[in-house]
């Protein structure tokens, strides 16, 4: 059954800083990697999704890894906003339905 | 385009009542998904649906729960005799492909039960 990690659980940072947000994972044998952005009160935004051949997918400031071996996926922040603040959230699908499997999430505070 | 829509926004109800919960997909999406988000439990899967197929009811947490999509399109989730375990915000995503897509989120509805 696959399981999916994700620290830290919360993380606040000064505005302008980098930084990378992690989510691992028990089954290497995924079909793609999914991370999104949850505002206070909001439904889910796609930021990125990375098939399972792919080692990467970049979008903006915004860059998120895969490395299917190790069980892991990072998602990298460069000079971070005030707008970042959010939860983030890493999700697999368990099947090829594609119904997901969701990280607890991350919940950033950039602080100006 | 238009994105995922649910209705209502927000929903109030006394325990023991009914509830219908819509969501209107991305039009010409044929994977349709509904999760609940709560508290102590996170983002859980509930049922699937795609194109004509049987739907996967694997997430369902009780015989209380049921779901429809008619015509391939928009989607009702049913709660009956609603519990105030079952309080939390209900999501529905759509794509165009279930295994390799991008699932599409809506606003949620956000159930309370007294």
């Known amino acids: 059954k696959q399981e999916v990690t994700q620290i830290p659980a919360a993380l606040s940072v000064p505005e302008g800083e980098n930084l990378v947000l992690n989510c691992s994972f028990t089954?290497?044998?995924?079909?793609?990697l999914q991370w999104f952005r949850q505002d206070p009160g909001k439904g889910l935004t796609s930021l990125l999704l990375?098939?399972?051949?792919?080692r990467e997918q970049t979008s903006g400031r915004l860059n998120a890894s895969l490395d299917k071996s190790s069980g892991r996926s990072t998602l990298y922040i460069a000079a971070s906003q005030p707008g970042d603040s959010a939860t983030y959230l890493c999700?697999?699908?368990?099947?090829?339905?594609?119904?997901?499997?969701f990280g607890q999430g991350t919940t950033l505070q950039v602080k100006p | 385009g238009a994105g995922v829509s649910q209705s209502p926004s927000n929903k109030v109800t006394e325990k023991g009542k009914d509830v219908e919960l819509r969501c209107d997909p991305i039009?010409?999406?044929?994977?349709l998904y509904w999760y609940r988000q709560s508290l102590g439990q996170g983002l859980e899967f509930l049922i699937y649906?795609?194109?004509?197929?049987?739907?996967?009811k694997s997430g369902l947490p009780s015989d209380r729960f049921s779901a429809e999509r008619t015509g391939g399109s928009v989607s009702t989730l049913t709660i009956q005799r609603t519990q105030q375990e079952d309080s939390a915000v209900y999501l529905c995503?759509?794509?165009?492909?279930?295994?390799?897509?991008?699932?599409?989120f809506g606003p949620g509805t956000r159930l309370t039960v007294l």
């Open positions: 995503a759509s794509s165009w492909l279930a295994d390799t897509d991008t699932q599409y």
């Open positions: 089954d290497s044998a995924i079909y793609n």
């Open positions: 990375i098939q399972s051949s792919q």
């Open positions: 999700a697999l699908p368990s099947s090829n339905t594609g119904k997901l499997i």
């Open positions: 039009s010409g999406h044929t994977a």
């Open positions: 649906f795609q194109g004509n197929s049987a739907p996967d």
